[in-house]
């Protein structure tokens, strides 16, 4: 118990500094809506002193970005499904609706409540078939980030899950000014086809809370703000994300609260598969920072099969396949036929004799594709210059080409969230990546003044279900 004592002042003498500007203290704690840019709240209706939620099951046909349409499946028109939030200790009912073309369920993960009620089908209950129903009620005694989930895996990778808050009894401290949260999934899409491939071990599209960049909205704060972000994935892949201008601390677990002794700085978080991690800090430095899944793959849309050797197949690399059998699609043959087995998915060496060294002069002769080229961008007396347009001597540079630069600013003009970004701001915008903007309090006041002017969004974006921003003046 000494030693304990001990600790504790140890810590208080220490902590002072590092957690909490003396601001966020004298405020107090409270726990606050959470904010999941680009996706709506779960309504809910009070029936006999029960949390009552209608949660639907069904396809939906989406866009991760402008013109990039998807046929997932997700809940309620939206994917991942809407955001569900109570308080800890209220009894919750969730009406459950199949509107898919097979049968499915709703998992809820993390949950301590009686196994009929888990979602995981053929032990607690049966499959919900199509058309069908099933009522989930519980009394939910536990607090943190959550979330929902069908439980048949490739329904999963067909984007079947949504967050779900529970909001402790205790509000946490120190008490934070904004509270987001983000969803991570991963997509295998190729071109020109709307529907995921749930086989696919390569993934070409990344999205947080369904949008990926430069399409994810913004979550702004003003500067001096503590925020929590909540992260969670489900997909194949782990996800480390980094946030650029300020240290944080993980402060929750898909368990709950980490206790404020074992809090220690990061710059990376990863993010397992079926885990959530709570993050927290000052935001300090005004700045747009990027918050990103640092996975090079990952910081790339569908273009990482337009850039690098990979463009250039049959010109040098060819590892395991072309990017359709990559991708688990086949063009003849079966998936288990000798010729195809060993290549598809990632490549684990066994089609050697489809592999080649990556070499210089991939390129030569061939025109590089719009957008590859910096030289039109350079002036005189530029260090680029070196390299002018189409001057065959680069491609003899090893390695070359790897990357591109095609900002697409026009892609998030409009958007208030976006208001007074540095021009070409969208070109370091791809894939799992989103911004953090610690604002000065004009431009902050400005933004929420555009925002507040904006017309009402449409069916995908139901603004009017989010709670108000909590916001001091
Ligand atoms: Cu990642």
């Known amino acids: 118990m000494n030693n304990r004592r001990n600790f504790f002042a140890r810590f208080a003498s220490v902590g002072a500094g590092l957690w909490a500007a003396p601001k966020v203290l004298a405020q107090g704690a409270r726990n606050l809506p959470v904010e999941m840019p680009d996706l709506p709240k779960l309504p809910y209706k009070m029936v006999n002193g029960v949390k009552e939620f209608h949660l639907i099951a069904e396809v939906v046909r989406t866009e991760f970005m402008p013109g990039r349409v998807v046929d997932a499946w997700g809940y309620n028109g939206s994917v991942p499904g809407p955001t569900i939030e109570i308080n800890e200790g209220d009894r919750v009912r969730v009406v459950f609706d199949n509107h ?59 984007g079947m899950l949504g967050m779900f808050i529970m909001h402790p009894k205790e509000p946490y401290t120190p008490a934070v000014d904004r509270d987001f949260g983000i969803i991570l999934q991963e997509w295998a899409l190729l071109p020109n086809n709307t529907v995921p491939n749930t086989l696919s071990m390569e993934f070409n599209w990344l999205t947080l809370n369904g949008k ?5 909205t913004p979550m702004l704060i003003k500067q001096g703000e503590r925020v929590r972000i909540r992260l969670i994935n489900l997909g194949m892949d782990h996800h480390p994300i980094h946030l650029h201008g300020a240290q944080f601390a993980v402060t929750g677990t898909e368990a709950g609260r980490i206790p404020r002794e074992l809090w220690y700085d990061q710059n990376t978080v990863l993010v397992g598969i079926a885990q959530a991690r709570n993050i927290e800090f000052v935001a300090a430095r005004t700045g747009d920072w990027m918050l990103h899944c640092h996975m090079p793959h990952h910081m790339m849309n569908q273009m990482m099969s337009m850039v690098g050797p990979i463009t250039h197949t049959g010109h040098g690399l060819h590892t395991g396949g072309g990017m359709q059998e990559g991708m688990g699609i086949m063009r003849q043959g079966g998936a288990l036929a000798e010729e195809n087995g060993p290549a598809l998915g990632r490549g684990i060496g066994l089609a050697g004799d489809r592999e080649r060294a990556t070499s210089n002069l991939v390129a030569a002769g061939q025109q590089m594709p719009a957008g590859h080229d910096m030289s039109a961008m350079t002036k005189p007396g530029d260090p680029m210059e070196r390299y002018p347009k189409d001057d065959p001597e680069k491609k003899k540079i090893p390695g070359y080409p790897q990357d591109m630069w095609m900002p697409m600013d026009e892609i998030g003009a409009g958007k208030p969230e976006n208001y007074g970004l540095r021009k070409g701001w969208s070109g370091a915008m791809m894939g799992m990546m989103t911004l953090v903007r610690v604002l000065p309090p ?12 904006q017309p009402p969004a449409g069916n995908k974006e139901k603004k009017d279900d989010m709670p108000e921003h909590h916001h001091e003046n």
Do not use: C
């Open 100 to 158: 898919l073309p097979e049968m499915t369920a709703v998992h809820w993960h993390g949950f301590e409540v009686p196994v009929e009620m888990d979602g995981s089908v053929g032990l607690g209950q049966d499959p919900v078939p199509p058309g069908g129903r099933y009522v989930y009620e519980f009394t939910l005694n536990q607090h943190g980030t959550f979330f929902y989930h069908s439980h048949f895996a490739m329904q999963e990778m067909m």
């Open 442 to 453: 004009e431009l902050y006041d400005k933004i929420m003044d555009l925002k507040a002017k």
């Open 212 to 216: 990926t960049a430069p399409a994810t």
